[in-house]
């Protein structure tokens, strides 16, 4: 009689735990529906880009080109990554001239949700890290030349105009700060200009708005349903 | 002769989508002798150019593009004295496809340019190749007039500046144009047609 009943007990048990357990994977299938913000995770793009560099390292005028490129991997629907790469060249008031290479990555967050990039523009805001190679030089054949490597932070905002659901068009605005030993070239009163190496700068850096072109070229995972 | 072309078009007539039904998949490419037009020292620079363009869908073409320089000023005098560039760009045709088919485009690019310059004892020098980062974007028209041959005409403006050993940098700001007879082949049959408005997808 016991043994029935420790039976009848373990098998009711049995199917409250049964039960519970349906319940649950029910709830997680009815999930998703409502959290419709992973569909875009996978998405790889290329992009090619030029860039901007102004008001470098507190010269208003010395602006300069850029060109580079970069793969976006996209994790979430709202959440991009960029790996980027730029070469950028910068006049120094006609004497001397700075080359600065980059390469780093860079996080995207979509303000608006870019519903699977259907809407038109997608603005975000974006931040991230890169390395950063810094030659300086007097113009000239025997000019005097200086390089130092450094890393450097970067956030700015940006916006994403949506030609087809694959290509788009984004323009950002980041300022980059250098964190290493800054790179100056100063001239004197007789108008010769020199290189000069400061270490522990503080902030130095420089506004960077660059126009890219980009394209989904594949998915590379697709979310379990 | 006659065997060996009817050969090489023979996968052309098994893919037989023409480029103005469906541009996707489609491979575009030209030859050419072209000039520049570069702002700094009023001249028009010769080159030769070679462009392959690959649709990676009806609107949206990935291109690369070579320029050599073989003219690009006068005798004896500074400035720009070589100007190769390398430009990678992505194009988007923005009507749907058709026969005529105009684009627009970023190209940004790498350059490869020495200047002439006067030195401190004033003797005419020339100066080492340096790389420069440009600035590029264009807007041409094709006009597709045989399942492997088009028209073309492209402009492209570019911009930069070379410094390299120079004692003040020289711009290389120009205006390119191109133009004449192109080459487009199928190069894979896309499995999806790209759809289009008020236009149903066939297959």
Same mark, same amino acid.
């Given at each position: 009689?016991?043994?029935?009943?420790?039976?009848?007990?373990?098998?009711?048990?049995?199917?409250?735990?049964?039960?519970?357990?349906?319940?649950?994977?029910?709830?997680?299938?009815?999930?998703?529906?409502?959290?419709?913000?992973?569909?875009?995770?996978?998405?790889?793009?290329?992009?090619?880009?030029?860039?901007?560099?102004?008001?470098?390292?507190?010269?208003?005028?010395?602006?300069?080109?850029?060109?580079?490129?970069?793969?976006?991997?996209?994790?979430?629907?709202?959440?991009?990554?960029?790996?980027?790469?730029?070469?950028?060249?910068?006049?120094?008031?006609?004497?001397?001239?700075?080359?600065?290479?980059?390469?780093?990555?860079?996080?995207?967050?979509?303000?608006?949700?870019?519903?699977?990039?259907?809407?038109?523009?997608?603005?975000?805001?974006?931040?991230?890290?890169?390395?950063?190679?810094?030659?300086?030089?007097?113009?000239?054949?025997?000019?005097?030349?200086?390089?130092?490597?450094?890393?450097?932070?970067?956030?700015?905002?940006?916006?994403?105009?949506?030609?087809?659901?694959?290509?788009?068009?984004?323009?950002?605005?980041?300022?980059?700060?250098?964190?290493?030993?800054?790179?100056?070239?100063?001239?004197?009163?007789?108008?010769?200009?020199?290189?000069?190496?400061?270490?522990?700068?503080?902030?130095?850096?420089?506004?960077?708005?660059?126009?890219?072109?980009?394209?989904?070229?594949?998915?590379?995972?697709?979310?379990?349903? | 002769?006659?065997?060996?072309?009817?050969?090489?078009?023979?996968?052309?007539?098994?893919?037989?989508?023409?480029?103005?039904?469906?541009?996707?998949?489609?491979?575009?490419?030209?030859?050419?002798?072209?000039?520049?037009?570069?702002?700094?020292?009023?001249?028009?620079?010769?080159?030769?150019?070679?462009?392959?363009?690959?649709?990676?869908?009806?609107?949206?073409?990935?291109?690369?593009?070579?320029?050599?320089?073989?003219?690009?000023?006068?005798?004896?005098?500074?400035?720009?004295?070589?100007?190769? &560039?390398?430009?990678? =760009?992505? @194009?988007?045709?923005?009507? $749907? +496809?058709?026969?005529? %088919?105009?684009?627009? #485009?970023? *190209?940004?690019?790498?350059?490869?340019?020495?200047?002439?310059?006067?030195?401190?004892?004033?003797?005419?020098?020339?100066?080492?190749?340096?790389?420069?980062?440009?600035?590029?974007?264009?807007?041409?028209?094709?006009?597709?007039?045989?399942?492997?041959?088009?028209?073309?005409?492209?402009?492209?403006?570019?911009?930069?500046?070379?410094?390299?050993?120079?004692?003040?940098?020289?711009?290389?700001?120009?205006?390119?144009? &191109?133009?004449?007879? =192109?080459? @487009?082949?199928?190069?894979? $049959? +896309?499995?999806?047609? %790209?759809?289009?408005? #008020?236009? *149903?997808?066939?297959?």
């Amino acid at each position: 009689m016991e043994t029935t009943k420790q039976l009848l007990t373990l098998s009711f048990l049995l199917l409250c735990y049964v039960g519970l357990q349906a319940q649950s994977t029910n709830v997680e299938k009815a999930k998703p529906e409502k959290e419709a913000l992973r569909y875009q995770g996978g998405n790889f793009s290329l992009g090619l880009r030029n860039t901007i560099s102004s008001f470098s390292h507190g010269n208003p005028k010395g602006v300069g080109i850029g060109v580079g490129g970069h793969a976006r991997l996209q994790l979430l629907d709202r959440l991009n990554t960029e790996w980027y790469a730029d070469f950028i060249s910068n006049d120094i008031q006609g004497k001397a001239h700075r080359t600065d290479i980059h390469v780093g990555w860079s996080v995207m967050f979509y303000v608006l949700n870019p519903k699977k990039f259907t809407r038109k523009f997608t603005p975000f805001v974006v931040a991230g890290h890169c390395f950063d190679q810094s030659i300086m030089k007097i113009n000239g054949r025997n000019g005097a030349k200086a390089s130092r490597f450094s890393s450097a932070v970067q956030a700015g905002i940006g916006c994403s105009y949506n030609i087809t659901p694959r290509f788009d068009i984004s323009l950002t605005t980041q300022y980059m700060f250098h964190l290493g030993e800054e790179l100056d070239a100063h001239e004197n009163s007789e108008g010769v200009m020199t290189i000069h190496t400061h270490k522990h700068a503080g902030w130095e850096g420089h506004l960077l708005i660059s126009l890219s072109a980009n394209y989904k070229i594949v998915k590379l995972w697709k979310r379990k349903t | 002769m006659l065997l060996f072309v009817s050969t090489a078009l023979l996968p052309q007539c098994l893919l037989a989508q023409k480029i103005w039904e469906t541009r996707k998949g489609c491979l575009r490419a030209q030859g050419n002798l072209a000039p520049g037009y570069l702002f700094s020292q009023k001249f028009l620079a010769a080159y030769v150019t070679g462009e392959a363009e690959v649709f990676v869908d009806d609107r949206t073409a990935l291109s690369g593009a070579v320029w050599v320089s073989f003219v690009t000023n006068r005798k004896d005098v500074v400035g720009v004295t070589a100007n190769h &560039t390398l430009f990678t =760009g992505i @194009n988007y045709h923005f009507l $749907k +496809p058709g026969r005529f %088919d105009p684009f627009i #485009g970023l *190209s940004p690019g790498i350059g490869l340019a020495k200047a002439a310059f006067y030195d401190e004892e004033n003797v005419l020098k020339r100066s080492r190749f340096a790389p420069i980062p440009l600035i590029g974007a264009s807007a041409g028209c094709n006009y597709y007039v045989g399942w492997f041959f088009h028209f073309f005409v492209k402009v492209q403006g570019v911009a930069g500046q070379v410094f390299g050993d120079l004692p003040k940098p020289v711009r290389v700001d120009e205006l390119k144009i &191109t133009a004449g007879l =192109g080459w @487009n082949i199928r190069a894979w $049959k +896309p499995k999806k047609r %790209d759809v289009w408005k #008020g236009q *149903s997808a066939e297959n």
